[in-house]
């Protein structure tokens, strides 16, 4: 039976600066992340210097994030801004070539729709074969408490980016995850203190109690008014929001509330089960703590014995890919990188684009849009011949010793169709 773990978190970084170390605390402390199949990072409130590109790239959010990632054998699919919002997506070497394509919806909400720093977005990845289709979206809801009616505005305009006016996909085993900073607030308690009070000496069914009678999330689902048709894992941790930067404790500032928050819907046999939904506190660089959900994902049966056999499953991942890569031997660090590939399945005629691209990658990849160096599958690569069977060629400037893989970027599918098996670059071959 073909299961997938699925992470989702979401955290609200106040516009603070990334710290490596702090980073690295959390995720290692954030249990299944690095088993995972299918990773979601939702970010809200990054800074202005890091959004405009003012900071360098090595000290970002993205970067220290995708690093840890990278390390547990998880590639960063795609990268969505908008706005102050950030969402990433990872996913497992296993799962790389089983992607079809990826897409991405957004919409503005602050000024009247003019600019994001309210609002959603989503990345949707199809899966070949139809065998599923994964939506990831994140939000920034309008804040305070006096803003409920508004949030619930924002998220029937953000209902665009759940995919599910596409009638194509009406078939395909599909799951929607909505996470973000939701600004739910906690309403009927005058003063934060007798907020903060309660929650010290509240039990489990107290904590429950609270977040069925005060949450203002819980009531607009009660209501039919807002994710109605989306379910929430049990929540068994206390408000992740307002936090005192650096202490971990809360600012009475405001009345502690369930701000960060994960919700889910499933279609057409697809099966998810929540493992865990929680808050970490291992980080606090903000004034939110992050909230977390693990999902294991089940594929309906008929679509894992018609498109997923495991007799496929055993194949060489070269073997998966709409473009095949050659062999590529042992390289020398001197010479010009030179590959020849052919694409399958008339892929080209049908889906190439003068904007298609191969990029040289780490042998774990990282991030399918950022390779060491790349070329445009128009201008820099050649047929060997006329023959309908040519290969096609394209070549790179020399490579530090390493071991390294190239990859076909298809701009249309917006996600990779070709990856090489992962070659060694020598520095002493040939001398």
Not at 64 to 81: A, D, G, P, Q
Not at 99 to 107: F, G, L, P, Q
Request: with cysteine; charged share 20%.
């Amino acid at each position: 039976m073909e299961k997938w773990k699925v992470t989702t978190i979401t955290y609200n970084v106040n516009k603070q600066k990334a710290s490596k170390k702090e980073i690295a605390e959390w995720l290692n402390g954030e249990e299944g992340l690095c088993s995972s199949d299918l990773a979601c990072i939702a970010m809200q409130e990054i800074s202005h210097a890091e959004m405009l590109a003012a900071i360098p790239q090595c000290s970002s959010w993205t970067d220290h994030l995708s690093e840890w990632m990278v390390h547990h054998e998880l590639v960063l699919v795609n990268k969505l801004y908008l706005a102050s919002n950030l969402l990433l997506v990872y996913c497992t070497h296993r799962l790389l070539h089983m992607i079809y394509k990826v897409e991405t919806r957004w919409s503005r909400n602050s000024f009247g729709g003019v600019a994001g720093y309210k609002g959603t977005i989503s990345v949707r990845v199809l899966f070949k074969d139809d065998l599923a289709s994964i939506t990831f979206i994140t939000s920034h809801f309008f804040h305070a408490e006096k803003n409920f009616r508004k949030r619930i505005q924002q998220y029937h305009r953000s209902l665009v980016c759940t995919f599910e006016d596409d009638v194509h996909a009406a078939n395909t085993p599909r799951a929607i995850f909505w996470l973000g900073d939701l600004n739910s607030r906690v309403e009927g308690f005058t003063y934060s203190n007798e907020m903060i009070e309660r929650l010290n000496s509240c039990t489990p069914d107290d904590l429950k109690g609270i977040v069925e009678g005060f949450d203002q999330l819980t009531k607009s689902r009660r209501a039919g008014e807002a994710f109605v048709e989306f379910e929430e894992p049990t929540i068994t941790f206390k408000p992740t929001y307002r936090i005192k930067v650096g202490l971990g404790i809360y600012d009475d500032l405001r009345i502690p509330s369930w701000c960060d928050r994960v919700l889910y819907k499933t279609f057409s046999g697809l099966q998810l089960v929540p493992e865990r939904y929680s808050s970490s506190h291992l980080i606090t660089l903000s004034d939110h703590f992050p909230v977390s959900a693990v999902f294991q994902l089940t594929l309906p049966t008929d679509r894992q014995e018609c498109k997923a056999s495991p007799s496929a499953s055993l194949q060489p991942m070269a073997t998966k890919w709409s473009c095949h890569f050659e062999h590529i031997p042992t390289w020398a660090q001197h010479i010009p990188l030179v590959c020849r590939f052919s694409f399958r399945n008339n892929f080209w005629k049908l889906h190439g684009s003068y904007g298609d691209w191969l990029g040289v990658y780490p042998a774990g990849v990282g991030n399918v849009s950022n390779p060491i160096h790349w070329v445009y599958m128009m201008t820099t690569c050649y047929e060997e011949s006329n023959q309908p069977n040519a290969k096609t060629v394209a070549e790179f400037p020399s490579l530090k010793p390493g071991y390294y893989r190239v990859g076909y970027f298809s701009v249309r599918k917006n996600c990779l169709h070709g990856m090489s098996e992962v070659f060694r670059v020598d520095e002493h071959l040939g001398c």
